[in-house]
Nanobody, 119 residues
Framework: QVQLVESGGGLVQAGGSLRLSCAAS????????MGWYRQAPGKQRELVAA???????NYAESVKGRFTISRDNVKNTVYLQMNSLNPEDTAVYYC?????????????WGQGTQVTVSS
């Protein structure tokens, strides 16, 4: 079994910062791309940022220059540093990872963590 456990969400004022973490555990052989998605009420889930095992990154246009994704391959953890937050960033943030475990590769999702930005 593979699990992704997120932490770090919460309530913050506009202009503030939050750091999300997502740790993968279980029978893992290889973790390929890891990423963060978000889903606001009434909207589709969208990609926020992703990072490959080699460290290449890509970001949604709306977060470029404000969010930074990183990973620790020893800890099997991906991070999302979010700065200059605005109310439009309010959403449930989900971690995603493509993992080779007992089976694979396949994609796994975390349970989601709420980020709320007040104006």
């Amino acid at each position: 079994q593979v699990q992704l456990v997120e932490s770090g969400g919460g309530l913050v004022q506009a202009g503030g910062s939050l750091r999300l973490s997502c740790a993968a555990s279980g029978r893992i052989s290889i973790i390929n791309t890891m990423g963060w998605y978000r889903q606001a009420p009434g909207k589709q889930r969208e990609l926020v940022a992703a990072i490959t095992s080699g460290g290449s990154t890509n970001y949604a246009e709306s977060v470029k220059g404000r969010f930074t994704i990183s990973r620790d391959n020893v800890k099997n953890t991906v991070y999302l540093q979010m700065n200059s937050l605005n109310p439009e960033d309010t959403a449930v943030y989900y971690c995603n990872a493509r993992i080779v475990g007992v089976v694979g590769p396949r994609g796994y999702w975390g349970q989601g963590t709420q980020v709320t930005v007040s104006s």
